[in-house]
């Protein structure tokens, strides 16, 4: 089981470590359950990284699983929040680590895929590289460093626009994209989130303007994605199926901190509590899902074990 486990799970990871903390407001319990499963996730992760490192060493050298691995560093920055509750002010080092294990990979990808530059190989997994270290932006106020966060959230904001340019670019341009890749898409509805949520949390001095901009944009990518995922469900498994976990998400924990910021300057906008509680309940849903299909996935089947035999 463990060597069928796919890189891609680290999205799932991520998933729970970030639903975990939309749901923290209804119960504590129920966000350190999320934690724990994330955590289990990253323990079988790392078994699969130390018994069979030349799989993994196959995987990243493929732009779609290589850019999904950013999910993983981005889980460790999360779930640092979690323990620091049992270890105090020492879980910092693990969100070191976690931004340490990004800022590496952030290299690693430069270097591989675009110095080689092809737009053709361009997918949303960029998205997850570059933005993705706005998670240190989100999850810095536990650990008192928002000079970090903010300065994380420059980077991915300003990674986020080009991105979104030369993405966009490549799915509008070059349409044809292999079944496995197709659910990526959902990935589009996560980069403007979590700007958002990244710069609510980290950034002293906000602009009412752009976070006006940046919640409408994120709410545009969140209902494109939302119209498109229908279809992607229909679809047999792939491991491309994480990108349905943390997008929503994301989306769900940018509203509310949205809602919350905007209440909390004078400007109380009631229709948005129903739209977090929808995003909150697509997010859940997905998630546990999501879930469930690479539990059936890892599972051996019946069959398989009487041709082994």
């Known amino acids: 089981m463990i060597k069928k486990i796919p890189l891609p799970i680290s999205g799932v990871m991520l998933g729970f470590a970030a639903l975990g903390n939309l749901l923290q407001s209804y119960s504590e319990s129920i966000r350190l359950v999320c934690g724990i499963i994330s955590l289990i996730l990253g323990l079988l992760l790392l078994c699969k ?29 999360l779930l640092s929040t979690y323990i620091k509750p049992f270890i105090g002010q020492k879980a910092i080092y693990i969100w070191y680590l976690g931004i340490l294990l990004h800022l590496s990979l952030i290299i690693y990808f430069s270097i591989k895929f675009i110095l ?18 706005a998670v240190a932006s989100v999850s810095a106020p536990a650990f008192e460093k928002t000079n970090i966060g ?19 670019y490549r799915y509008t341009k070059y349409k044809e994209i292999p079944n496995p890749a197709k659910p990526l898409f959902c990935i589009y509805a996560a980069p403007v989130n979590l700007c958002l949520a990244g710069y609510i949390q980290s950034v002293q001095t906000k602009l ?8 409408i944009l994120a709410f545009i990518t969140y209902i494109m994605v939302l119209f498109k ?61 999501t879930l469930c299909r690479f539990i059936l996935f890892l599972i051996p089947e019946k069959n398989e074990h009487s041709v082994t035999q």
């Open 150 to 168: 903010t300065a994380a959230f420059w980077f991915a904001f300003t990674l986020c626009i080009i991105l979104l340019v030369v993405v966009t």
């Open 116 to 133: 080689k530059f092809n737009i053709k190989k361009v997918f949303t997994t960029y998205f997850i590289v570059y933005v993705g270290l």
């Open 49 to 77: 990284v130390v018994m069979y490192p030349s799989m993994i060493k196959e995987d990243m050298k493929n732009p779609i699983t290589a850019g999904v691995s950013a999910t993983f560093p981005m889980s460790i920055m």
């Open 229 to 289: 995922l229908p279809s992607y469900l229909k679809m047999s498994f792939f491991p491309s199926y994480s990108a349905f976990t943390f997008p929503f998400v994301i989306s769900g924990i940018a509203t509310k901190m949205t809602m919350a910021y905007l209440s909390k300057i004078g400007y109380t906008i009631v229709f948005l509590k129903y739209v977090v509680l929808l995003q909150t309940i697509v997010a859940t849903i997905l998630v546990i899902y």
């Open 208 to 215: 009412l303007i752009l976070i006006s901009f940046l919640a």
